[in-house]
């Protein structure tokens, strides 16, 4: 069963930096493209971020230069580093997988960590 | 970038209603328009990939249509657990954006 579950959210203080973490279980998370979606209070879904199988990344303009997406093959694992924390940055955080065999659509999904960035 | 423009933004319906949801982008994007379904607190939940192909455990009431800019997304017969917000989503390139959402609420 495909399982994906975040972790390392909280509280952090404007300009502050956090790394989020998504643990995957029932597939490999190098065999897939991987992404990063946000959802801020009131608003929709926000895409932030993908890397490729081959080690590509892209971002969205909002998180350019300032997030990096980066996995660790050994522990089967996603990251998302994310530094010079804005107001606007406050959002549930969710780590998806894509299919990338075509469409690449996002077919499962983690439970979503949450990111609060407040004085 | 590819802007999705969903409408309505929101919509009233009553259990059993066929209820459309349309979704438009700026820029021919083949059939690469995924619609997915969000409740309160909860994780997006895939429903419809590749325009009209139904995600594997989805109820037979969602449907798909359309190609190159205009797609829908249509339920046969609202039940009382289809009550939730509507998304699409292009991703035939990065940014892979959504659309704003329709806020699907019981009459």
């Known amino acids: 069963e495909v399982q994906l579950v975040e972790s390392g959210g909280g509280l952090i203080q404007p300009g502050g930096s956090l790394r989020l973490a998504c643990a995957a279980s029932?597939?490999?998370?190098?065999?897939?493209?991987m992404s990063w979606v946000r959802h801020a209070p009131g608003k929709g879904l926000e895409w932030v971020s993908v890397?490729?199988?081959?080690?590509?990344?892209y971002y969205a303009d909002s998180v350019k230069g300032r997030f990096t997406i980066s996995r660790d093959n050994s522990k089967n694992t996603l990251f998302l580093q994310m530094n010079n924390l804005r107001a606007e940055d406050t959002a549930m955080y969710y780590c998806?997988?894509?299919?990338?065999?075509?469409?690449?659509?996002?077919?499962?999904w983690g439970q979503g960590a949450l990111v609060t960035v407040s004085s | 970038d590819i802007q999705m423009t969903q409408s309505p933004s929101s919509l009233s319906a009553s259990v059993g209603d066929r209820v459309t949801i349309t979704c438009r982008a700026s820029?021919?994007?083949?059939?690469?328009l995924n619609w997915y379904q969000q409740k309160p607190g909860k994780a997006p939940k895939l429903l419809i990939y590749a325009a009209y192909s139904l995600q594997s455990g989805v109820p037979s009431r969602f449907s798909g249509s359309g190609s190159g800019t205009d797609f829908t997304l249509t339920i046969s017969s609202l039940q009382p657990e289809d009550f939730a917000t509507y998304y699409c989503?292009?991703?035939?390139?990065?940014?892979?954006?959504f659309g704003q959402g329709t806020n699907l609420e019981i009459k």
């Open positions: 029932g597939f490999t998370v190098s065999s897939n493209y």
């Open positions: 890397i490729y199988t081959g080690g590509s990344t």
């Open positions: 998806a997988r894509v299919d990338n065999i075509v469409w690449n659509q996002f077919d499962h």
């Open positions: 820029q021919s994007i083949g059939r690469y």
């Open positions: 989503q292009q991703s035939f390139t990065t940014p892979y954006t």
